[in-house]
Nanobody, 122 residues
Framework: QVQLAESWGGSVQSGGSLRLSCAAS????????LHWFRQAPGKEREGVVG????????MYADFVKGRFTISKDNAKNTLYLEMNSLKPEDTAIYYC???????????????WGQGTQVTVSS
């Protein structure tokens, strides 16, 4: 199984930027589709943006278009989320998740990190 670990969340003022990382171990990310999710207190977990095994952006939520960019570095076995023009409503725990390539698009994601907190103040 692949293990995922998010990092580099933190606190930022409205309009600021953060770059989240998701380091993988026990598996090679080139064999997985990868996704970022977020969950704010009292709300359901929601998809943010994903990236396929073939480096195509998927499930790009309208509320982050033009502000967030997903990327990965296969050599470093790491997924990234660059977040710009942050708003207070972006405050949430951000999670990365993965599925083996042959399971992408079917059901729930098999592997999850434990999350990293992002707080945006006005």
């Amino acid at each position: 199984q692949v293990q995922l670990a998010e990092s580099w969340g933190g606190s930022v003022q409205s309009g600021g930027s953060l770059r989240l990382s998701c380091a993988a171990s026990g598996g090679t990310i080139s064999n997985y589709c990868l996704h970022w999710f977020r969950q704010a207190p009292g709300k359901e977990r929601e998809g943010v943006v994903g990236i396929s095994r073939y480096d195509r952006t998927t499930m790009y939520a309208d509320f982050v278009k033009g502000r967030f960019t997903i990327s990965k570095d296969n050599a470093k076995n790491t997924l990234y989320l660059e977040m710009n023009s942050l708003k207070p409503e972006d405050t949430a725990i951000y999670y990365c998740a993965a599925n083996e390539w042959y399971r992408c698009g079917f059901g729930e994601f098999a592997y999850w990190g434990q999350g990293t907190q992002v707080t945006v103040s006005s």
